[in-house]
C-alpha cells in the first residue's frame, strides 16, 4: 500500500449531509468552525465569495469549480462583500430532504451550488490531515486536468438534486471520492510549487519519499536515522535535515508517530494483547510500547480501549 493510501485507510469517513442550494442576492451566510469536518461548495450556476477563517484573502467561485475545507475552518458565504451575513441555522434550519433545493435570499441575481460537509474521524496525529491548508480551491483548467475528478463533480451534483432509490449512499460514496481525488489533485499542485513544503510534498520527493515509504510498509523494523538514510542512499546529516525540513518532524518521531497509528488501527481490528500489540509495532516489550503510546496519544492503550468501548 503506497502512504497516501496507507494515511487515507487510517481516516474514516462518516455521515455526509448534503444538499442542492439557490441563493438570490442580496444573501450572507455564515458557517462556524466544526473540528473534524469537511465541508465542500460546488457552484453549478452563478458565482459567489466564500472567506475562510484560516485564510483571510476571499475566493471568489464561479460554476464548475470547487473549493473544499479539510480541517473544518469557519466561513462566511456571500453574493457580495458588502452583504451582511447570518448563521446558516438562522437562515435555512435543517438541510432539505434529498431532491428538495434548498432556497434563500432576496429575490436578486441566483447562484446555486451544491453544499457538502462530512466528518473524518482519526486519532493520534493523521500526516495526512496535518499537511493540508485551511481550504483547498481547484479552478476550471484544474478540474478539467482532473477527468475523473471533474466526472465526479458532475455526477455528485446530479446526485444531489436527485431523490432516486439509492441517492444516499451514492452521494455518500462519491463524496468520498471526491476528497480522495481533491487531494489528489492538490499533489500535482505542490510538484509545481518548489517553495511548498509539507508531507504531501515529502511523499514527491525521491529520497525523503522513498524513506517514508519504508516507515509505512515497515513500521515495526528496527529503524535508525542511520539505517533509513544509507536505505535511501544519503548521508545521516543530510538525510535527517531534509525530511525534518519538508516533514516538519524528526525521522524518529515520524516512525513513533506512524507506529502508533498502526497500533490503533490493529486495535480498532480486535487486537488487545498488549505483547502482540507493541511487537507488531516494532518495541521489544509491553512498558516501552505502552510508554510511547501514552506519550504520543495522552492515555495508555487500556485507557483508550476502554473509552471507545464504552456506551455513548
Given at each position: 500500500?503506497?502512504c497516501?493510501?496507507?494515511?487515507l485507510?487510517?481516516?474514516?469517513?462518516?455521515?455526509?449531509?448534503?444538499?442542492?442550494?439557490?441563493?438570490?442576492?442580496?444573501?450572507g451566510?455564515?458557517?462556524?468552525?466544526?473540528?473534524?469536518?469537511?465541508?465542500?461548495?460546488?457552484?453549478?450556476?452563478?458565482?459567489c465569495?466564500?472567506?475562510?477563517?484560516e485564510?483571510?484573502?476571499?475566493?471568489?467561485?464561479?460554476?464548475?469549480?470547487?473549493?473544499l475545507?479539510?480541517?473544518?475552518?469557519?466561513?462566511t458565504?456571500?453574493?457580495s462583500?458588502?452583504?451582511?451575513?447570518?448563521?446558516?441555522?438562522?437562515?435555512?434550519?435543517?438541510?432539505?430532504?434529498?431532491?428538495a433545493?434548498?432556497?434563500?435570499?432576496?429575490g436578486?441575481?441566483?447562484?446555486?451550488?451544491?453544499m457538502?460537509?462530512?466528518?473524518?474521524?482519526?486519532?493520534?496525529?493523521?500526516?495526512l490531515?496535518?499537511?493540508?491548508?485551511?481550504?483547498?480551491?481547484?479552478?476550471?483548467?484544474q478540474?478539467?486536468?482532473?477527468?475523473w475528478?471533474?466526472?465526479?463533480?458532475?455526477?455528485?451534483s446530479?446526485?444531489a438534486?436527485?431523490?432516486?432509490?439509492?441517492?444516499?449512499?451514492?452521494?455518500?460514496?462519491?463524496?468520498?471520492?471526491?476528497?480522495?481525488?481533491?487531494?489528489?489533485?492538490?499533489?500535482s499542485?505542490?510538484?509545481?510549487?518548489?517553495?511548498?513544503?509539507?508531507?504531501?510534498?515529502?511523499?514527491?520527493?525521491?529520497?525523503?519519499?522513498?524513506?517514508?515509504?519504508?516507515?509505512?510498509?515497515?513500521?515495526?523494523?528496527?529503524?535508525?536515522?542511520?539505517s533509513?538514510?544509507?536505505?535511501?542512499?544519503?548521508?545521516?546529516?543530510s538525510?535527517?535535515t531534509?525530511?525534518?525540513?519538508?516533514?516538519?518532524?524528526t525521522?524518529?518521531?515520524?516512525?513513533?508517530?506512524w507506529r502508533?497509528?498502526?497500533?490503533?488501527?490493529?486495535?480498532?481490528?480486535?487486537?488487545?494483547?498488549?505483547?502482540d500489540l507493541?511487537?507488531?509495532?516494532?518495541?521489544?516489550?509491553?512498558?516501552?510500547?505502552?510508554?510511547?503510546f501514552?506519550?504520543?496519544?495522552?492515555?495508555?492503550?487500556?485507557?483508550?480501549?476502554?473509552?471507545?468501548?464504552?456506551?455513548?
Amino acid at each position: 500500500m503506497d502512504c497516501l493510501s496507507d494515511a487515507l485507510n487510517n481516516l474514516r469517513f462518516q455521515g455526509t449531509v448534503y444538499c442542492l442550494a439557490e441563493f438570490s442576492a442580496p444573501w450572507g451566510l455564515r458557517m462556524e468552525p466544526r473540528e473534524g469536518h469537511v465541508s465542500f461548495f460546488l457552484p453549478v450556476r452563478g458565482t459567489c465569495i466564500v472567506t475562510f477563517d484560516e485564510m483571510p484573502k476571499p475566493f471568489i467561485l464561479a460554476g464548475g469549480e470547487l473549493i473544499l475545507s479539510p480541517r473544518g475552518s469557519g466561513c462566511t458565504l456571500q453574493d457580495s462583500a458588502t452583504t451582511p451575513v447570518i448563521p446558516i441555522q438562522e437562515a435555512v434550519g435543517l438541510p432539505p430532504p434529498r431532491g428538495a433545493t434548498l432556497k434563500y435570499g432576496g429575490g436578486g441575481a441566483t447562484a446555486s451550488m451544491v453544499m457538502g460537509c462530512f466528518t473524518l474521524e482519526a486519532y493520534g496525529k493523521n500526516p495526512l490531515l496535518s499537511s493540508l491548508p485551511g481550504a483547498i480551491y481547484l479552478d476550471n483548467s484544474q478540474l478539467q486536468s482532473e477527468p475523473w475528478l471533474e466526472a465526479t463533480t458532475r455526477l455528485l451534483s446530479a446526485e444531489a438534486s436527485s431523490s432516486r432509490p439509492g441517492s444516499d449512499i451514492l452521494v455518500g460514496r462519491l463524496a468520498d471520492i471526491l476528497f480522495i481525488q481533491t487531494i489528489r489533485a492538490f499533489m500535482s499542485q505542490l510538484k509545481g510549487c518548489p517553495e511548498s513544503g509539507g508531507w504531501l510534498k515529502a511523499l514527491s520527493d525521491p529520497n525523503i519519499g522513498a524513506a517514508l515509504c519504508l516507515i509505512h510498509e515497515q513500521p515495526e523494523a528496527p529503524w535508525t536515522v542511520q539505517s533509513l538514510a544509507a536505505a535511501v542512499g544519503m548521508s545521516r546529516t543530510s538525510f535527517a535535515t531534509k525530511f525534518t525540513s519538508l516533514v516538519s518532524e524528526t525521522p524518529i518521531d515520524y516512525l513513533t508517530s506512524w507506529r502508533m497509528q498502526k497500533a490503533l488501527r490493529l486495535m480498532s481490528g480486535g487486537l488487545d494483547n498488549m505483547a502482540d500489540l507493541a511487537s507488531a509495532v516494532g518495541y521489544s516489550s509491553e512498558a516501552a510500547f505502552s510508554k510511547a503510546f501514552k506519550r504520543e496519544l495522552g492515555e495508555s492503550p487500556g485507557g483508550l480501549k476502554r473509552r471507545l468501548a464504552a456506551p455513548v
